[in-house]
């Protein structure tokens, strides 16, 4: 008899649906089957059985210009286990002279003994450490440590490389047998674009969009393609949002380069037209900006085709206070997504026909897990971790602010409603999310060292 058995439940896999009970002993699922006994049984009657999903681009309780990203990681963890996320995947920043492990100790202890999932954390490359002798040698103490991933970008002051650091930070790490996650643009063009719209007097949110055209965006994912193929490192762009940057990936993989990519809900489903609504434009500016509903619908045939691989969230949270701002150059960029990402692909995707069942799992947790070097999530299987969704379908949830778990006090999907969301969430075989109540205690999760 095991310790605990999910009854009655549809089963869905990235591989494969199925009508079975699931059996969980010691943090693990140990078999799946008909006729299993427990000691303890969830009825799942009605609803599908999925791996908990894996958010692998998050910032929770991220410093940025004096201001800490409203979400710390109890209330971001917490939120993400309302919405079916089991693990997800934040950022190490060193500081100038940090060594990388200094960094990652510091961030672990930030979050041990308060997420209430369990989680990884990218080991991000800044201009100066690119550039300064010798610090490129830590790389595959970082990699050992349980880093897999390297963040490296391509924008913003401080942190852009240009293609020379680019092309040694990805041998490094390809050296050290890590991986590289990329935001691309390319952000010293852009730098000029947005100073000559500010010369202009053009101060209003939907000049963001304006100043930060697709084809840089796309030119971008290129350049880094073949650096990453002369490197030979496996290659990773975060928030993909045109359809331009999607060509890109399309023929780079073509060619035979180790190349993935992935979106976020706001580029499946918001617009840059948000910019113009009244008083709250500043709210949508995100990097790289909102496109079009073209490219909306582009984005969802990516996913379902393979040329995109991942829905991710970026979820970087501020108050409405905080992104207002007296032009757009100062807003500072993200938006909070964490909770209804599950549900949002599902409703957007599955029940209007853009993805199958098992192709929802599939860019919610099964890729992530797989690429990120997550070897026991993401999947139902025996010696798998025991993090379980029970996700009711019918259950139709309206989106607002009191309605979820965030801290940033809005959200960019107020209004929607949707159909399909989780009712009980396992952690490892532990039950954190009961009838849609978190029931954990922070400090639940632990920090996976990724391979």
Same mark, same amino acid.
């Given at each position: 008899?095991?310790?605990?058995l999910i009854r009655n439940g549809v089963i869905?896999?990235?591989?494969?649906?199925?009508?079975?009970? *699931?059996?969980?002993?010691?943090?693990?699922?140990?078999?799946?089957?008909?006729? *299993?006994?427990?000691?303890?049984?969830?009825?799942?009657?009605?609803?599908?059985v999925i791996p908990g999903a894996i958010d692998?681009? !998050?910032?929770?309780?991220?410093?940025?210009?004096?201001?800490?990203?409203?979400?710390?990681?109890?209330?971001? %963890?917490?939120?993400? &286990?309302?919405? @079916?996320?089991?693990?997800?995947?934040?950022?190490?920043?060193?500081?100038?002279?940090?060594?990388?492990?200094?960094?990652?100790?510091?961030?672990?202890?930030?979050?041990?003994?308060? =997420?209430?999932?369990?989680? #990884?954390?990218?080991? %991000?490359?800044?201009?100066?450490?690119?550039?300064?002798?010798?610090?490129?040698?830590?790389?595959? &103490?970082?990699?050992?440590? @349980?880093?897999?991933?390297?963040?490296?970008?391509?924008?913003?002051?401080?942190? !852009?490389?240009?293609?020379?650091?680019?092309?040694?930070?990805?041998?490094?790490?390809? +050296?050290?047998?890590?991986? %590289?996650?990329?935001?691309?643009?390319? @952000?010293? !063009?852009?730098?000029?674009?947005?100073?000559?719209?500010?010369? $202009?007097?053009?101060?209003?949110?939907?000049?963001?969009?304006? %100043?930060?055209?697709?084809?840089?965006?796309?030119?971008?994912?290129?350049?880094?393609?073949?650096?990453?193929?002369?490197?030979?490192?496996?290659?990773?762009? /975060?928030? =993909?949002?045109?359809?331009?940057? =999607?060509? +890109?990936?399309?023929?780079?993989?073509?060619?035979?380069?180790?190349?993935? @990519?992935?979106?976020?809900?706001?580029?499946?489903?918001?617009?840059?037209? $948000?910019?113009?609504?009244?008083?709250?434009?500043?709210?949508?500016?995100?990097?790289?900006?909102?496109?079009?509903?073209?490219?909306?619908?582009?984005?969802?045939?990516?996913?379902?085709?393979?040329?995109?691989?991942?829905?991710?969230?970026?979820?970087?949270?501020?108050?409405?206070? +905080?992104?207002?701002?007296?032009? /757009?150059?100062?807003?500072?960029?993200?938006?909070?997504?964490? $909770?209804?990402?599950?549900?949002?692909?599902?409703?957007?995707?599955?029940?209007?026909?853009?993805?199958? *069942?098992?192709?929802?799992?599939?860019?919610?947790?099964?890729?992530?897990?797989?690429?990120?070097?997550?070897?026991?999530?993401?999947?139902?299987?025996?010696?798998?971790?025991?993090?379980?969704?029970?996700?009711?379908?019918?259950?139709?949830?309206?989106?607002?602010?009191?309605?979820?778990? $965030?801290?940033?006090?809005?959200?960019?999907?107020?209004?929607?409603? !949707?159909?399909?969301?989780?009712?009980? =969430?396992?952690?490892?075989?532990?039950?954190?999310?009961?009838?849609?109540?978190?029931?954990?205690?922070? #400090?639940?999760?632990?920090?996976?060292?990724?391979?």
């Amino acid at each position: 008899m095991y310790d605990l058995l999910i009854r009655n439940g549809v089963i869905i896999n990235s591989d494969g649906i199925v009508n079975a009970d *699931l059996a969980i002993q010691d943090e693990r699922i140990v078999a799946i089957g008909l006729g *299993l006994a427990g000691r303890r049984v969830i009825d799942a009657d009605g609803c599908y059985v999925i791996p908990g999903a894996i958010d692998p681009h !998050v910032h929770l309780q991220m410093p940025l210009a004096g201001r800490v990203s409203s979400d710390t990681f109890r209330s971001g %963890t917490i939120a993400a &286990a309302c919405g @079916g996320t089991t693990t997800v995947i934040d950022f190490v920043e060193p500081q100038p002279g940090q060594s990388m492990l200094a960094a990652l100790a510091q961030r672990r202890a930030e979050a041990i003994g308060e =997420v209430a999932i369990d989680f #990884g954390l990218h080991m %991000t490359i800044p201009t100066w450490h690119a550039t300064t002798p010798h610090a490129l040698d830590e790389v595959p &103490a970082a990699v050992a440590a @349980g880093c897999l991933t390297f963040k490296m970008y391509q924008a913003y002051q401080g942190m !852009v490389l240009d293609d020379v650091a680019l092309l040694r930070a990805l041998t490094a790490v390809a +050296e050290a047998g890590g991986r %590289t996650v990329l935001h691309s643009e390319t @952000g010293p !063009v852009l730098d000029i674009l947005r100073a000559d719209a500010l010369a $202009e007097g053009h101060t209003e949110p939907i000049w963001h969009a304006y %100043t930060r055209p697709a084809p840089l965006e796309a030119s971008a994912v290129h350049r880094a393609a073949e650096l990453a193929d002369l490197a030979g490192c496996p290659l990773y762009i /975060f928030h =993909v949002g045109c359809q331009e940057s =999607v060509w +890109e990936i399309i023929q780079a993989r073509a060619r035979g380069i180790d190349i993935w @990519g992935e979106t976020c809900p706001q580029y499946l489903l918001l617009t840059a037209e $948000e910019h113009l609504g009244g008083l709250n434009g500043e709210l949508y500016v995100c990097a790289p900006p909102l496109r079009t509903y073209d490219d909306n619908q582009l984005l969802w045939q990516a996913l379902a085709r393979d040329d995109l691989q991942v829905v991710s969230t970026d979820h970087c949270p501020w108050t409405a206070e +905080e992104k207002r701002q007296p032009d /757009f150059t100062l807003i500072p960029g993200g938006v909070p997504s964490i $909770e209804a990402r599950l549900a949002l692909v599902h409703h957007f995707g599955v029940n209007q026909g853009a993805l199958t *069942l098992e192709r929802w799992v599939q860019v919610c947790a099964t890729n992530a897990a797989r690429w990120m070097g997550l070897e026991r999530k993401g999947r139902l299987a025996p010696g798998c971790d025991a993090d379980v969704v029970i996700f009711d379908p019918e259950r139709v949830k309206y989106i607002a602010p009191d309605t979820l778990h $965030e801290h940033a006090g809005w959200t960019p999907y107020e209004g929607l409603e !949707v159909t399909g969301w989780p009712r009980t =969430v396992l952690l490892r075989g532990q039950l954190i999310v009961e009838d849609e109540q978190y029931v954990g205690m922070p #400090g639940d999760g632990r920090f996976v060292e990724r391979r």
